[in-house]
């Protein structure tokens, strides 16, 4: 009996798979629009992609700080650097808006500060008021730090001799996590010296195993210095991230040249633009269609990259939108609108001009990047955004190309 041999066609399985990723690639297309599109939040109950509008948790607020100038040498230099110090804290933390103007009344200088933010308020306020003025201290000899009818004495600043050392002698100070007495991790604030700096060794070496302090305007913090002398730490009062970052932004923002109080406080009104984000969605929409219709009617791009810029755009705009949603980022919808803008004309520029992408996507990169360094408020909050979106429109870029061409394949256009 002759047994007949079944041949077996060989299975393209390259084009399978490159079939089965189109249809991912249209399925997350299709999913991300959705998503970005305001009001499909309403479409399911089981997850909601409703966009955080920052402009419910701004607030406003003036702070009149009277200066200590009684023991000033150089005043107005002293002010001048009581108002950078104060600026550069708010920066850090992340404050969207403040001024600040120095004036006198009846020879006492104050300081006016105004702060718009959606920072949480009791984090801005302890940059603000606190003057922050660190000073390295010894104990006095005619002093019982012992007596336990006295039990605040060990933290009072009159209690002290004052040393040569400040937060000025110092290179930084670090906060970091480690064991307390309890055997429990806690913060602790870490001073480091420049290395080639032998005064403060050698104060290390004069007081080793003994008592000493560290006064914080005016209240010490006891320190025992280790035999060894491998570091000097100080407790840090705070448990949480945040509230150690505040207190390392106060140790690493400058030292004030002079002390100064806060007087004065008043609310002020939010002054900030109210954008409707669900009519600033349609214009967008309605926008981006308009000019790729011109530029089409016009016939002056070919239509290879309209195609691709537009479905770039639609990629990396829905993807933007969606991670906003979907993370429940809090957003200022008038930056969201720049930087959609922004980012329609930056996947033009990079999909008109495919071989020179890599120098204009270094060169938007680099301006994005100087500027979170240097900027501050809505211009470092612009920037930083920007730096990921040039990754995601490079990304999308790859990806609509790759979508368009097995598309084309599978229909054989």
């Known amino acids: 009996m002759k047994i007949t041999k079944l041949k077996l066609k060989k299975v393209n ?9 189109s249809v991912l690639i249209s ?4 999913a991300l629009v959705l998503i970005s599109l305001p009001l499909t939040e309403r479409v399911t109950s089981s ?8 402009s419910k948790l701004y607030w406003s607020k003036e702070y009149i700080l009277e200066i200590d100038t009684a023991t000033s040498i150089g005043a107005q230099k002293e002010i001048d650097e009581i108002k950078s110090i104060l600026q550069r804290r708010l920066r850090r933390i992340g404050v969207e808006e403040s001024s600040i103007h120095s004036y006198e009344e009846d020879s006492i200088t104050y300081v006016n500060l105004t702060v718009q933010t959606s920072k949480e308020r009791e984090i801005v306020e302890s940059l603000i008021k606190s003057p922050f003025i660190v000073n390295i201290v010894t104990r006095k000899a005619d002093i019982d730090f012992e007596n336990p009818e006295d039990p605040i004495a060990p933290y009072l600043g009159e209690n002290y001799d004052s040393t040569e050392f400040s937060r000025n002698s110092f290179r930084n100070v670090y906060l970091t996590q480690l064991k307390n007495s309890a055997n429990e991790y806690s913060y602790f604030a870490l001073f480091k010296t420049w290395p080639w700096d032998s005064k403060w060794k050698n104060f290390l070496e004069e007081n080793s195993g003994q008592t000493v302090g560290v006064s914080i305007d005016n209240f010490v913090t006891p320190v025992q210095i280790p035999a060894d002398q491998s570091l000097f730490a100080v407790s840090v009062a705070a448990t949480e991230a945040d509230y150690a970052r505040v207190v390392s932004i106060l140790y690493n923002s400058g030292q004030m040249p002079i002390a100064y109080s806060v007087i004065s406080e008043k609310e002020l009104p939010i002054d900030i633009a109210e954008i409707d984000y669900i009519k600033l969605t349609e214009g967008i929409l309605v926008a981006v269609i308009l000019i790729y219709l011109y530029l089409l009617l016009i016939d002056k791009t070919p239509r290879d990259i309209l195609l691709l810029s537009g479905l770039s755009t639609v990629l990396t705009i829905s993807a933007w939108i969606a991670y906003l949603k979907i993370s429940e980022t809090p957003t200022d919808i008038f930056i969201l609108a720049l930087e959609v803008i922004t980012l329609v004309a930056m996947i033009r520029i990079i999909a008109e001009n495919i071989e020179s992408r890599m120098i204009v996507t270094i060169l938007l990169a680099l301006i994005s990047s100087v500027s979170v360094v240097l900027g501050s408020g809505y211009i470092r909050i612009f920037a930083y955004d920007l730096l990921i979106l040039i990754i995601l429109s490079n ?3 790859y990806i609509s190309k790759y979508y368009i061409d097995n598309v084309r394949k599978s229909l054989k256009l």
């Open 395 to 397: 990304l999308s870029l």
């Open 47 to 54: 997850a909601t992609y409703d966009l955080a509008n920052k």
């Open 27 to 30: 399925s997350m297309i299709l």
């Open 13 to 21: 399985t390259s084009g399978f798979f490159k079939y089965l990723l």
